[in-house]
């Protein structure tokens, strides 16, 4: 992916043109006037992953232009990452630089950051990497006050810890996260705090009970908690699943349930076709289940899914796809009609724009 070029004299004009490429889009379905929601202009990405160039003992953090693996450039400033990032990362490069243990076969550096301040810093090697490596990495750790991992071939290790905590602010209530390393997270906080709202306005006066697929470490589950009696949460990624459980925990919420299952197999315990060991402990009879959560990847929902979805009065859809979410309203809307649009401007300065929409049973 190409570096955007930032700058915030033209971000209006550029949000204005993904607005008109949406309404275009989405035209076919009639929807309601699109509700808008912007980005900070500047240092709004907390997650960044960067390839690194060697040039003899040099290093350099370079993209590559789109399509190609050749045509690359050198980055010198990076104004899309959070402060701390943009702050650190090239004397950060420096120092690894000057240490032949930690340049050596290193080929992608990531960043997590929260807006709480804390970063998390991964090393990605083509070579083995073990004790030396450790002790060469330890004073990066005390130097830039990070946490560090370094990861090669079948093989991970940690400096003190491969997760952060993340304190996001929704309708003026706290709630904390443990984002874990080499796992999803919206990468833009500002925007995801904006979509966590939306969505409790979308969901605050539905009946019934919540059920979520695609669930991650609890992002929308724990706040919309609020708007339901009982909310039952699926993620198929084990590492995801158990940063939600210590999030339930950490912010004290007593009505979530997740479950370890993929979409596809959710669907299929909820159709009595299937049970398993990992719906323990959950009555999923005396569920009512009135509205549905789908925030899926980019391919979109499923044909099984999207089956199952359409037998719910309520749909909230995150979508980080415009096509997909197109071509999944094409079956959605036979059965329900949009009731909100909103677009959430999570990369600035690129094509790319979230969706959500509401719809209701007809």
């Known amino acids: 992916m190409a570096l955007p070029q930032v700058d915030p004299s033209q971000y209006e004009a550029q949000l204005a043109a993904k607005q008109r490429r949406m309404e275009q889009l989405f035209a076919r379905f009639n929807p309601p006037a ?18 690194v160039w060697h040039e003899g003992d040099d290093l350099d953090y370079v993209m590559f232009e789109p399509g190609s693996k050749h045509e690359k450039y ?40 929260t807006l709480s301040g804390e970063l998390l810093v991964s090393l990605l090697y083509h070579r083995k990497i073990g004790d030396e490596w450790i002790e060469a990495v330890r004073p990066l750790r005390e130097q830039f006050g990070i946490d560090i991992v370094g990861r090669s ?33 919206q990468p833009n906080a500002r925007v995801c705090e904006q979509m966590i709202e939306w969505a409790i306005d979308a969901t605050r006066h539905k009946q019934g009970d919540l059920v979520e697929f695609y669930c991650g470490n ?47 197999e959710f669907t299929e315990v909820l159709r009595g076709k299937l049970t398993t060991r990992r ?6 009879e005396r569920c009512d289940f009135r509205t549905v ?30 096509q997909t979410l197109a071509e999944n309203l094409d079956v959605l809307c036979l059965t329900h ?26």
Do not use: W
């Open 293 to 322: 959560l789908v925030d899926p990847p980019r391919a979109g929902l499923d044909d099984e899914t999207v089956k199952q979805v359409q037998g719910y009065e309520d749909i909230l859809y995150i979508s980080c796809n415009p």
């Open 34 to 51: 699109m509700e808008l929601y912007r980005s900070p202009t500047e240092h709004y990405r907390m997650r960044a992953e960067f390839r």
């Open 218 to 264: 609890g992002n929308f589950t724990l706040p919309l908690a609020q708007n339901f009696r009982q909310v039952v949460a699926t993620e198929i990624s084990k590492e995801s699943v158990r940063a939600a459980q210590v999030n339930i925990e950490r912010n004290a919420i007593e009505n979530v349930a997740i479950l370890r299952l993929s979409s596809e």
């Open 74 to 113: 050198k980055l010198t400033e990076c104004p899309m990452v959070d402060r701390r990032i943009a702050d650190m990362m090239f004397p950060f490069l420096d120092a690894v630089k000057a240490v032949t243990e930690l340049r050596s076969r290193l080929f992608q550096v990531d960043f997590l950051a």
């Open 153 to 185: 071939r079948k093989n991970k290790i940690v400096l003190d810890r491969d997760f952060v905590l993340e304190t996001l602010t929704i309708n003026g209530r706290r709630f904390h996260y443990k984002q874990m390393e080499n796992a999803f997270t």
């Open 337 to 362: 009609s949009i009731e909100r649009f909103a677009l959430f401007d999570q990369f600035p300065y690129t094509d790319h724009i979230e969706c959500g929409v509401v719809l209701k049973r007809i």
């Open 279 to 284: 719906t323990a402990g959950v009555d999923l």
